[in-house]
């Protein structure tokens, strides 16, 4: 089953009330704050890993049972595009200049071709970067 935060919310609210806790003993039972179990409850917030396995142990939900889908995926998705698609036609755009406004360069085929083996090279690695998801996390 893959859970959005909607559903989390509700599944969480369900078994909460049916082991008939509270959201202050559920918060209690798994080291969270009465807030987060709030927010969770709301669909306000998706829980990080570890606290979704502390509820997940307190309310005896399967581990199976749940994969998280990723929070705001459309919004983030939707900006890496943006950024793709942009960054590349400013690259493109700033070596057409550099050749347009050179009289000398590229004296040879070989010279363009190895000109814009680079600029692909460098817009390649620049993807590599805006859609590496380790590289986003560390930022």
């Known amino acids: 089953m893959k859970a959005n935060k909607e559903e989390l919310a509700s599944l969480v609210k369900s078994r909460r009330k049916e082991k008939g ?7 209690e039972l798994t080291g969270l704050s009465l807030r987060s179990i709030q927010r969770i ?5 998706y829980p990080r890993d570890y ?4 509820i997940m142990e307190v309310l005896e939900i399967p581990k199976n049972s749940l994969e ?4 705001n995926s459309n919004g983030a998705k939707s900006k890496r595009i943006i950024l ?4 590349g036609v400013v690259i493109f755009l ?6 347009s406004q050179s009289r000398t360069f590229p004296e040879t085929n070989f010279e ?13 690695f620049l993807q590599w970067l805006i859609w590496n998801k380790n590289f986003q996390k560390s930022n």
């Open 84 to 87: 793709s698609i942009s960054s």
């Open 68 to 71: 998280p889908v990723e929070n």
């Open 94 to 99: 700033l070596a057409m200049a550099f050749i």
């Open 112 to 124: 363009g071709y190895i000109f814009w083996s680079a600029v692909v090279i460098f817009i390649s």
């Open 21 to 27: 806790y509270t959201q202050s003993k559920l918060a």
């Open 51 to 54: 606290s979704l396995n502390g």
């Open 41 to 45: 409850e709301k669909a306000e917030v």
